[in-house]
């Protein structure tokens, strides 16, 4: 058993409100905690906007993983092995069952759901479609 050495976060909804291009400052303080604990970060998004990834590229110093596809596991498994770290030793945090904690599971790193960002200031449809990806997925 290893310890958990990277830390991977989807980015919309999970560490920065849906489509703002801005983190929040307690996200910015949070990614400095973790990286002074030791942590490896990386933001790994299905986002494709080029212009809006590299919005978010210019507020932090560590990876930015676009197109990722998930729940595919292909992207995540080679950027593990470029920084010569195995899937066991990461975490995925995302705020969607079906895409962020899945790609966690079939990578075969430790996953955490957590609720939107933005929870209380979504539209009606966005927290029925989470409330009923929620539904399927075992806690």
Do not use: C, H, W
């Not at 489509?19 to 910015?28: D, M, N, R």
């Not at 080029?50 to 919005?55: P, R, V």
């Amino acid at each position: 058993f290893r310890s958990v050495s990277v830390v991977m976060f989807d980015l919309d909804s999970t560490v920065m409100p849906s489509k703002s291009g801005k983190f929040p400052q307690e996200v910015l303080e949070m990614f400095k905690k973790l990286e002074e604990m030791g942590f490896t970060l990386a933001i790994v998004s299905n986002n494709s906007d080029i212009k809006y990834i590299n919005k978010v590229r210019e507020q932090i110093d560590f990876t930015v993983i676009e197109k990722a596809k998930k729940p595919r596991t292909k992207i995540m498994k080679t950027y593990l092995k470029s920084i010569n770290k195995k899937p066991d030793e990461s975490v995925l945090i995302g705020d969607r069952p079906l895409t962020d904690i899945l790609a966690g599971k079939f990578l075969g790193s430790k996953t955490v759901l957590v609720d939107s960002i933005t929870r209380e200031t979504e539209n009606k449809l966005t927290r029925i479609v989470r409330a009923l990806e929620r539904s399927v997925i075992k806690k």
